[in-house]
Antibody, heavy 119, light 107 residues
Framework: QLQLQESGPGLVKPSETLSLTCTVS??????????WGWVRQPPGKGLEWIGT???????FYNPSLKSRVTISADMSKNQFSLKLRSLTAADTALYYC???????????WGQGTLVTVSS | DIQMTQSPSSLSASVGDRVTITCRAS??????LAWYQQKPGKAPKSLIF???TLQSGVPSRFSGSASGTDFTLTISSLQPEDVATYYC?????????FGGGTKLEIK
């Protein structure tokens, strides 16, 4: 069974860069047709798609975050990562990594990691 | 960009009731729509993909339908364990987009 696990700091200072990693087990991130994504959820609010990396390495970003976001993958470690720059309090959220296949929903999700932006 | 408008934002119903949640896309998305259920403190769970296809293991009381740019999630007979927030999501094109969510409670 595929499992995803987010890791990273729980507290980050304003203006700094957030780095999160999603470690995948039970499957390979280089498998054809898979999309690996990041979704966040501010406390008490709805879901926001951040971006996705395709198995080939192609990336897609939310235009509202595009100037601050980079998603990359490390095939050797079976991990993909999120970097979000120039943080503000508005970036405080639960960050999820997730996986989908072409034509399907995000079927597998990590448990989420809470990131608080505060000095 | 495609916007997803979900209604209602909250809903209270009795056990055994038929419940309907609607999602409207701002432009055509074919059938590339998913529904998720999120319980407090948990990650979202996929219920339906491709507008009408039930994810494996999801109870058959959940169903999805589509008509043009309007999509519906129906729970045929509400159960206490269905208390959750439900989200739609389009994946026809980037940027992917979620609806605002519907919080479902038991009356």
């Amino acid at each position: 069974q595929l499992q995803l696990q987010e890791s990273g700091p729980g507290l980050v200072k304003p203006s700094e860069t957030l780095s999160l990693t999603c470690t995948v087990s039970g499957g390979s991130i280089s498998s054809s047709g898979y999309y690996w994504g990041w979704v966040r959820q501010p406390p008490g609010k709805g879901l926001e798609w951040i971006g996705t990396i395709y198995y080939s390495g192609t990336t897609f970003y939310n235009p509202s975050l595009k100037s601050r976001v980079t998603i990359s993958a490390d095939m050797s470690k079976n991990q993909f990562s999120l970097k979000l720059r120039s943080l503000t309090a508005a970036d405080t959220a639960l960050y999820y990594c997730a996986k989908r296949e072409y034509g399907r929903s995000f079927e597998f999700w990590g448990q989420g990691t809470l990131v608080t932006v505060s000095s | 960009d495609i916007q997803m408008t979900q209604s209602p934002s909250s809903l209270s119903a009795s056990v055994g009731d038929r419940v309907t949640i609607t999602c409207r896309a701002s432009q055509g998305i074919s059938s590339w729509l998913a529904w998720y259920q999120q319980k407090p403190g948990k990650a979202p769970k996929s219920l339906i993909f491709a507008a009408t296809t039930l994810q494996s293991g999801v109870p058959s009381r959940f169903s999805g339908s589509a008509s043009g740019t309007d999509f519906t999630l129906t729970i045929s007979s509400l159960q206490p364990e269905d208390v959750a927030t439900y989200y739609c999501q389009q994946y026809n094109s980037y940027p992917l987009a979620f609806g605002g969510g519907t919080k479902l409670e038991i009356k």
